[in-house]
C-alpha cells in the first residue's frame, strides 16, 4: 500500500485493521513523516531567505553604482517577503496542485517575492537588463504589464528569475518574483489592492473606473517627468570633462 497517498479516512480504517503494537508504529511512522515534511519546508524557506538576499545585494549593488557613477539612485526602495504558509497552502489548493515540497517548489513562483521601487520608467527597465545581464541570474518568465496594462490599470513589470543560493554543500538555483515598477505605479497598486479586500464598497462599478482613469493619469505623469528629467539632463551634458571630473571628486567622500 502506498503509505504517502493515504486519506484521513482510509489512514483511521487501517489503524483500525491493526493489532495495537502495529497501530501504534503505523502511527508513529506517520508522525515522523510529518516531522520530516515540517523540517523539509523550513530548509525550503531558508532557501528563499537566502534567495531574497542574493537578489537585494544585487540590486544593492546596482544602486550604488549608479550613485556613485551618475548624479541619481535609480532605485527609490527595495521590500522583500516571504510568501506567508496559509497564502501558500491557499494557491496550492485553488489550483488544484498536492501539498509537498517539490509541489510547492514547482508550482509555486512566488515564494520569494522582491518588490524595487524606481524614480522614473526608464529606471525599471535599466534596473530589469542590468540584473538580467548577470550571468548567475536566469529568467523563467517576464510580464510587461507597463506596455500592457491589466484591464484595472495595473502597471508593473514581473520577472520570474532563479538565483543561485551557495550553502555549505551545495548550490541550489532558486526562484524568486522580482516586481519592478515606479513610485506613482505602486501608489495606485497599493490602493488598488486595499480596494481587492473590500467586499461592500458602495458603488464599486464608480470606484473600478476611476482606478482605471487615475492609472491612466499617472502613467502620464510618469511620462512627462521623464521627458522633464531628459531636458534637465541634456541642459547638463554642456559640462566639460574638467566640471565631470571635479563633479566626481567631489562626490568621492559620500558614504556608499
Ligand atoms: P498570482 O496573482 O500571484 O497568483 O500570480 P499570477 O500568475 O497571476 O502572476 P502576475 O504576474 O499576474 O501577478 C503576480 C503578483 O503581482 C500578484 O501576486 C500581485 O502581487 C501583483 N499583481 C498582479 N496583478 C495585480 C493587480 O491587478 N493589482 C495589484 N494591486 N497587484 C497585482
Ligand atoms: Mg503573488
Known amino acids: 500500500m502506498d503509505r504517502n497517498s493515504l486519506s484521513d479516512r482510509n489512514v483511521a480504517g487501517v489503524i483500525g485493521m491493526l493489532s495495537d ?8 511512522s506517520q508522525a515522523k513523516k510529518m516531522m520530516w515534511s515540517v523540517v523539509e519546508y523550513k530548509e525550503i524557506q531558508m532557501l528563499y531567505t537566502c534567495a531574497i538576499k542574493e537578489i537585494k545585494t544585487k540590486l544593492d549593488i546596482l544602486d550604488t553604482e549608479f550613485k556613485v557613477r551618475y548624479k541619481r539612485n535609480p532605485i527609490s526602495s527595495i521590500s522583500s517577503r516571504l510568501k506567508r504558509t496559509e497564502s501558500v ?10 501539498f509537498t515540497i517539490e509541489s510547492i517548489e514547482h508550482n509555486i513562483n512566488d515564494i520569494a517575492g522582491v518588490r524595487v521601487i524606481c524614480s522614473y520608467v526608464d529606471d525599471v527597465y535599466a534596473i530589469a537588463d542590468a540584473l538580467l545581464a548577470q550571468d548567475d541570474i536566469k529568467l523563467l518568465s517576464r510580464k510587461d504589464y507597463i506596455h500592457n496594462p491589466k ?21 541550489k538555483e532558486v526562484k524568486v518574483e522580482v516586481q519592478i515598477r515606479t513610485i506613482a505605479m505602486d501608489y495606485w497598486a497599493s490602493l ?9 464598497i458602495p458603488d464599486a462599478e464608480r470606484v473600478s473606473r476611476q482606478l482605471r482613469e487615475v492609472a491612466e493619469d499617472m502613467a502620464r505623469t510618469d511620462r512627462r517627468m521623464l521627458e522633464l528629467r531628459r531636458d534637465i539632463e541634456l541642459a547638463e551634458d ?19
Open 21 to 28: 503494537s502495529s497501530a501504534a508504529e503505523f502511527i508513529y
Open 89 to 98: 497552502i491557499e494557491k496550492l489548493h485553488r489550483r488544484g496542485y498536492p
Open 151 to 171: 484591464d484595472n490599470g495595473y502597471r508593473s513589470l514581473h520577472l520570474i528569475v532563479t538565483v543561485p543560493v551557495f550553502l555549505s554543500e551545495s548550490r
Open 192 to 200: 488598488e489592492h486595499q480596494m481587492k479586500y473590500k467586499k461592500d
Open 238 to 256: 554642456a559640462v566639460s570633462e574638467d566640471d565631470e571630473l571635479f563633479d566626481r571628486l567631489g562626490r568621492i567622500g559620500m558614504p556608499l
